[in-house]
Nanobody, 127 residues
Framework: QVQLVESGGGLVQAGGSLRLSCAASGRTVSSYAMGWFRQAPGKEREFVAAVSYSGGSTYYADSVKGRFTISRDNAKNTGYLQMNSLKPEDTAVYSC????????????????????WGQGTQVTVSS
C-alpha cells in the first residue's frame, strides 16, 4: 500500500510560482511512475504531467508545457511539480498519483492507470 500526501499549494498572483510536493510512504515508489492531475470547480479532473520511475521520461499537457516541470527524488520518496508563470486558469485542486510500471522509462497519462492517489492540495491563482 502506498500513501501519498501533497503539499505546497496556496494562493499566488498571476505570473507567480509554486512548487508542489508529493511525499510517499508505506512503500518505496522508486518503481512507480508518478503523475499530477488537477480538478477545477465544476470541471472534470484532467492530466497535468507525468514522470517515469527513473525520472528520465516526462510528459505534459499542452496547457502547461513550458511552464510546469515535473521531477522526482527517489531517495526521498518524493515527487515534485514546479509551476511557473501561473495563470488564473491554473486554479484547481492538484493531486498526485502513483502507478506501478515494469519499465523505467514508462509514463502514464490516463487516470485509470494510476493505483494510488493523494487527497490533493488547493492552488489558487489570482488575476
Amino acid at each position: 500500500q502506498v500513501q501519498l500526501v501533497e503539499s505546497g499549494g496556496g494562493l499566488v498572483q498571476a505570473g507567480g510560482s509554486l512548487r508542489l510536493s508529493c511525499a510517499a510512504s508505506g512503500r518505496t515508489v522508486s518503481s512507480y511512475a508518478m503523475g499530477w492531475f488537477r480538478q477545477a470547480p465544476g470541471k472534470e479532473r484532467e492530466f497535468v504531467a507525468a514522470v517515469s520511475y527513473s525520472g528520465g521520461s516526462t510528459y505534459y499537457a499542452d496547457s502547461v508545457k513550458g511552464r510546469f516541470t515535473i521531477s522526482r527524488d527517489n531517495a526521498k520518496n518524493t515527487g515534485y511539480l514546479q509551476m511557473n508563470s501561473l495563470k488564473p486558469e491554473d486554479t484547481a485542486v492538484y493531486s498526485c498519483a502513483a502507478a506501478r510500471t515494469l519499465y523505467s522509462g514508462s509514463v502514464r497519462v490516463y487516470q485509470h492507470e494510476y493505483e494510488y492517489w493523494g487527497q490533493g492540495t488547493q492552488v489558487t491563482v489570482s488575476s
